[in-house]
């Protein structure tokens, strides 16, 4: 298990400042968001940042984009730009959306669409060395259990998988149980504690629930990033005790 943040988390900060605070906290990595800190297409940029990254002795454990599958619209990102993007960057793994809509909406043939462009995508990036992974995201194909393993099984690539995060307004034993639904999947996972974001809570209080959600996705042994995403009231105060609790996480888990 390697230790990381989401730059997302700290979007009023620059790069040098995220650097600053991820050394503090004694991370291991940087998931950068496509949003602020390393826009798409912004190749110059993203190169700087990663180089950024790496002198300071981090990790660039992704590039957290918001690319959605199947959505040609005008506004939407080229997979090429994000992709590129990501090479400058010299990022391992591409955060993707399933889609704009949520299981409960989607057509059969919309999740053919979905599918379809996730294998396209795979494709492109594994030319590249680096790897698809999908948001584990409400109003999304992966909305659901039951919808995040059929799609996996549609899209049925080795090139593409998917995080996870506990999904809001369901219970911890849901929550176990849709780890176990894509746990063939699972790489990277975004840590935080809260039932609504904003509403946001100690990451201490929830020891007893991540140390369940982590034991149980650990069990394969796979090497991941565990990437904290939003504090609260987006203190770096708060970001450092969260932070310490992960270490205190990983400490247990590596004597279980």
């Known amino acids: ?148 393993r059929k799609l996996m099984e549609e899209i049925a690539h080795p090139n593409v998988f998917t995080y996870w995060q506990p999904s809001n307004n369901v219970d911890v034993e849901e929550r176990l149980q849709s780890i176990d639904f894509v746990k063939p999947w699972i790489t990277n996972v975004h840590v935080f504690y809260w039932y609504s974001f904003d509403d946001r809570l100690n990451l201490a209080d929830g020891f007893q629930e991540w140390q369940q959600y982590l034991q149980q996705i650990m069990q394969d042994g796979k090497d991941r990033y565990l990437l904290m995403e939003f504090v609260k009231f987006d203190d770096e105060d708060q970001f450092l005790k969260d932070a310490e609790t992960l270490h205190q996480l990983r400490q247990q888990l590596t004597k279980a």
């Open 1 to 148: 298990m390697k230790l990381g943040l989401c730059s997302v988390t700290f979007r009023d900060k620059d790069p040098k400042e995220i650097v600053t605070l991820v050394k503090q906290a004694e991370l291991d990595a940087i998931e950068w968001g496509a949003d602020v800190h390393v826009p798409v297409g912004e190749l110059r940029t993203a190169k700087d940042v990663g180089e950024l990254t790496r002198a300071e002795g981090l990790q660039v454990s992704s590039y957290g984009s918001y690319y959605r599958l199947a959505d040609y619209g005008v506004s939407s990102d080229s997979f090429t730009d994000v992709l590129q993007t990501a090479k400058e960057l010299g990022a391992p793994a591409i955060r993707v959306w399933a889609g704009v809509t949520g299981s409960e909406k989607a057509s059969d043939d919309y999740r053919a669409e979905v599918a379809a462009d996730a294998r396209n995508i795979a494709d492109l990036a594994a030319k590249e060395n680096i790897t698809v992974h999908l948001e584990f995201h409400g109003n999304t194909l992966t909305d659901t259990k039951e919808s995040a």
